[in-house]
Every structure is written in structure tokens, then in C-alpha cells.
């Protein structure tokens, strides 16, 4: 049977419409390149996750088609993130073209050169076990980043920027990257979504955080109670009067103010919070509407509480 629609309710202050990621410029046109595993596939995926057109892998020879296609005026191209690198071939004769041709209708080309030691390089390809493009050619993974790094020495002094990824977690690329991308003044916020559900239907498969408050006395056997849901007074009366739901709030107040900004640092940028009872319609929706009152205040954060079971 297909889940419905979870009814949603915002925190005391709401958060705002849409897509809460910082608005990133209308239009850029930006080329990633560097070494094999140096983060180039991630960058790509980060960007993608701002709105930008990516193509991973693009083949030289077709960067100047896709400035074409880019001039004919289709907004779906205006910003652009292509990833260029010695798997096709040297890109530094297509880059320069493209800067050229982007110079002479004034706009510009950002380039950004992604690198790393020798010795990440070959921890990551032992890793992944993947095999390097140029080792077909070469004794082995050393060699072969040390004939990548000759070929694509002109690609790296034309960069803008280069950005050493060695020792670097997926969010500390990602926060370098943006640094130097602009993408306005402000921070992009961690996005709480708090979700009540009934154990009876199944736990949320998304949640990130499962809080299981069957432990609390259920409003359910008060006759008068029970045909109420957990938004109305008289059963939020009913839940929140309860010691242990004043404490377990203060602890998962405490657990998030903990864990927010670390998810943050390693690049995440929804936390699903998921607390259930047997039904998901009377201590869960309760505790959620108090849980995301107390952490309204929370920096960085927007919060929003989705109600599974009420249209069931």
C-alpha cells in the first residue's frame, strides 16, 4: 500500500520556503580538473548538489560543442560544472580555447586543480582498488601519477585555484571548494526533519535518528483522550506532564546541540529524526512539536516536523 502523505507543521520559527541551500550565482561557468583520485567525481556531485549542470568526464574535443549549446540560451547550461582530465586526453589546449571564447563575450572560465600526495593517491587506489588510467602504460600506480602529473602540469597552471585534497573527509572538500567558490554570505543550514510514525506501519527506511518513546504512559486508554491526536492540547498536557518526557527531551536536545555541527563539518546536510509509538498519533506527535520548540533556537539549523500517521 503506497505511504500517504505526511502532514507537516514548522517549528515556532518557521524555516524558509523551498530549497533552503544558500543561492548560489545565476550563471558560472566552472572546469574542474587534477589527478586521478584526487576528488574530481566528489566536487562533481557537490556542485550537482547546487543546482549546477555536471558532466563528469567530459572528452575535450567536445568542450567546444558544449559552449555551443551553452550560447543558444538554454538556462539549463548558464551554470556548469565540467569535469576534464587525462582519461581523455590533455584538456588544456580545449580549456584555453574555452576561456578564450568565454573572455570574448564577457564572461569568464573558473578553473579549479584538484591534487594530492603521492601517498593518497596510492592509498586510495588500493582502496578502491581501482586501476589508474595511465597504468596500462606504466610499471605501476606510482609511475603512473607520476607521468599524470607531467602531462597535466599545463592544465595546473592555468587553474584559478588548487586544492590539495590530501587527508581531506568529503566535507572538509566540500567546505574548501565553497570557499572559494562564492555562493553569497551566508551559511548553508543543517536541516532537521523530524518525523513521527507508528511502529505498527514500520519504521521511516530514511531516518537517520530512531527514537522509540513507547516508554511513556499512552494517552490511548484515557477514553476522552483517544480520539484526539498529539497537536491537541489536552493530550500534550497528557505526555509533556510526564517526568521522563521532560528528560528524554533534554537529552536529545543535548545529543543534536553535540552532533549538529560535526554532521555539518563532514558534509551532511539533512538529519532525519525520527520518534515513534504504536500508532505514531498520540506521544510521538507530542514529543516531536516540544522537540522542535526547544530546538527552534538551534544555529544553523532549520527545523521541520512531518506527521506520518495523520492521514492514515
Not at 580545449?94 to 578564450?100: F, G, L, M, Q
Not at 586543480?113 to 588500493?126: K, M, P, Y
Not at 574548501?176 to 507508528?198: C, K, Y
Not at 527514537?211 to 499512552?218: A, M
Request: glycine share 6%.
Amino acid at each position: 500500500m503506497a505511504e500517504p502523505a505526511p502532514t507537516v507543521t514548522d517549528a515556532a520559527d518557521p524555516p524558509r520556503e523551498g530549497n533552503t541551500s544558500t543561492p548560489v550565482e545565476s550563471e558560472h561557468f566552472l572546469v574542474i580538473s587534477g589527478l586521478s583520485g584526487a576528488g574530481k567525481s566528489q566536487a562533481s556531485k557537490l556542485f550537482e548538489d547546487l543546482g549546477y549542470f555536471c558532466i563528469d568526464n567530459l572528452p575535450p574535443a567536445l568542450l567546444d560543442d558544449f559552449l555551443e549549446l551553452r550560447r543558444l540560451g538554454s538556462d539549463r547550461y548558464r551554470r556548469a560544472a565540467l569535469v576534464l582530465d587525462i582519461r581523455a586526453g590533455d584538456p588544456a589546449p580545449a580549456i584555453e580555447r574555452a576561456a578564450s571564447a568565454l573572455a570574448a563575450d564577457g564572461s569568464q572560465l573558473e578553473l579549479i586543480f584538484l591534487e594530492a600526495t603521492d601517498a593518497s593517491l596510492v592509498s586510495r587506489f588500493s582502496e578502491t582498488r581501482h586501476r589508474h588510467p595511465l597504468e596500462a602504460t606504466r610499471s605501476g600506480v606510482q609511475a603512473s601519477i607520476a607521468e599524470e602529473r607531467r602531462r597535466l602540469a599545463s592544465t595546473r597552471e592555468m587553474a584559478d585555484h588548487v586544492v590539495d585534497s590530501s587527508g581531506l573527509s568529503i566535507g572538509q572538500l566540500k567546505d574548501r571548494l565553497f570557499a572559494i567558490v562564492p555562493r553569497g554570505t551566508e551559511r548553508q543550514d543543517l536541516r532537521i526533519d523530524i518525523v513521527t510514525f507508528g511502529f505498527k506501519y514500520g519504521i521511516p527506511l530514511e531516518a537517520d535518528l530512531v527514537f522509540d518513546v513507547r516508554f511513556l504512559t499512552n494517552p490511548y486508554w484515557d477514553p476522552e483522550l483517544k480520539p484526539l491526536s498529539g497537536l491537541e492540547q489536552p493530550v500534550r498536557d497528557f505526555v509533556l506532564r510526564q517526568p521522563t518526557a521532560d528528560r528524554f527531551l533534554e537529552l536529545v536536545v543535548e545529543l543534536l546541540a553535540l552532533t549538529a555541527p560535526a554532521y555539518r563539518v563532514e558534509g551532511k546536510e539533512q538529519l532525519r529524526v525520527a520518534l515513534g509509538c504504536t500508532g505514531g498519533y498520540h506521544r510521538s506527535i507530542a514529543l516531536a512539536e516540544e522537540l522542535a520548540k526547544r530546538l527552534g533556537p538551534m544555529e544553523d539549523a532549520t527545523v521541520r516536523v512531518f506527521h506520518r500517521e495523520l492521514e492514515r
